[in-house]
T-cell receptor, first 114, second 115 residues
Framework: GESVGLHLPTLSVQEGDNSIINCAYS??????FIWYKQESGKGPQFIID?????DKRQGQRVTVLLNKTVKHLSLQIAATQPGDSAVYFC?????????????FGSGTRLQVQP | ETGVTQTPRHLVMGMTNKKSLKCEQH?????MYWYKQSAKKPLELMFV???????ENNSVPSRFSPECPNSSHLFLHLHTLQPEDSALYLC??????????????FGPGTRLLVL
């Protein structure tokens, strides 16, 4: 099965609150992680990435945290807006498999309540 | 827009039809990918092309036939599909294959319905 998974299938937050979306991975050899956002009717959009030699990376309103000890990845969205409503996927690069492509999780749906 | 375009955006076909999906990337990337996205399932990798050469076929049935004439264009030829093949088919590209830890950029997808 997939080594990348998500703790919650759906997350509902109030507009203006911070959102945290979690992702677990099982392989310590994974060296690169990406968060994607997919809105209805669209393809996944790159949000932010992080390499395994880092613990934290910040973008505009988004922060990705990587905890290699417990193999956990999270995406934090500050001041969540209605436009943030979408499905969020984490993906990992696993050099140990020899696969020349990313492995994706099943996604978490974020619903922002006005 | 991500620089990856796909046509058609929607396609309805019968099980005996033959159709093709097209993907074009305007990013100067060297690797291109086909993914299948079904409801409530993770993205499933189908094929990977690197510098026009197929480097991965993820046990995809032969009724799906990819073609990569150059690094900017990728096709997926469809024939004698089954209703369970109905899904969103996504094309992606990256500078180099993801084995090097590369971000993939996705197109909007083709929503396929097989009747």
């Amino acid at each position: 099965g997939e080594s990348v998974g998500l703790h919650l299938p759906t997350l509902s937050v109030q507009e203006g609150d911070n959102s945290i979306i979690n992702c677990a991975y099982s392989n310590s050899a994974s060296d690169y992680f990406i968060w994607y956002k997919q809105e209805s009717g669209k393809g996944p959009q790159f949000i932010i990435d992080i390499r395994s030699n880092m613990d934290k990376r910040q973008g505009q309103r988004v922060t990705v945290l990587l905890n290699k000890t417990v193999k956990h990845l999270s995406l934090q969205i500050a001041a969540t807006q209605p436009g943030d409503s979408a499905v969020y996927f984490c993906a990992e690069n696993r050099p140990d498999t020899g696969r020349r492509a990313l492995t994706f999780g099943s996604g978490t749906r974020l619903q922002v309540q006005p | 827009e991500t620089g990856v375009t796909q046509t058609p955006r929607h396609l309805v076909m019968g099980m005996t039809n033959k159709k093709s999906l097209k993907c074009e990337q305007h990013l100067g990337h060297n690797a291109m990918y086909w993914y299948k996205q079904s409801a409530k399932k993770p993205l499933e990798l189908m094929f990977v092309y690197n510098f026009k050469e197929q480097t991965e076929n993820n046990s995809v049935p032969s009724r799906f036939s990819p073609e990569c004439p150059n690094s900017s264009h990728l096709f997926l030829h469809l024939h004698t599909l089954q209703p369970e093949d109905s899904a969103l088919y996504l094309c992606a590209s990256s500078q180099d294959p993801a084995g090097a830890g590369e971000t993939q950029y996705f197109g909007p997808g083709t929503r396929l319905l097989v009747l």
